[in-house]
């Protein structure tokens, strides 16, 4: 399935991304200044994977909504010059915000937009000790704000 990058933002933007909660966003804001010192370019709202299966005669525009409604969706996607970074906002995170940035990566995989290598990363205001070690096995940066 395609993976829908959508707008680019440069890391100076200051605008209200687009689709993002309310809980996610104060999130963002206590960490987009660490998040984007090497930023090359901010994607929201990344859609990932999604059904494709559409019945026959659907108008290609209502193919791409039923593709856009039906895709797992990245909160933050941030370009560097040498990799990608999966930013999954989580307030209060648990184990369940690890197998949604499991899952980001694995859809990843299926169509990336280039070869460079990516880092995931969770980022919380709290922090549950079970989570975060999990998260260090899985090679998953926990990040509490």
């Known amino acids: 399935m395609p993976t829908t990058l959508g707008t680019p933002f440069k890391r100076t933007w200051e605008g ?5 909660s309310t809980d996610d966003q104060v999130l963002w804001n ?3 200044t660490d998040a984007l ?5 901010i994607y929201f709202d990344v859609g990932l994977g999604g059904q494709t299966d559409t019945p026959p005669g659907t108008s290609p525009e209502m193919a791409r909504m039923w593709l856009r409604n ?12 040498n990799k ?10 648990q ?29 919380t205001d709290t922090t549950d000790q079970d989570t975060k070690k999990l998260a260090q096995k899985l090679a998953i940066t926990f990040i509490t704000v």
């Not at 209200?16 to 993002?20: K, N």
């Not at 690890?98 to 969770?122: H, M």
């Open 16 to 20: 209200t991304p687009p689709h993002m």
């Open 37 to 41: 010192k090497n930023a090359v370019n």
């Open 70 to 81: 039906t895709q797992k969706r990245i909160d933050v996607l941030i370009e560097e010059p």
């Open 84 to 93: 990608w970074i999966i930013l999954e906002l989580r307030p209060r995170a």
């Open 95 to 123: 184990a369940s915000a690890i197998g949604r940035l499991l899952q980001y990566f694995d859809l990843w995989k299926d169509d990336p937009p280039d070869t460079k290598p990516v880092e995931l990363r969770l980022v």
């Open 30 to 32: 206590k960490y987009k």
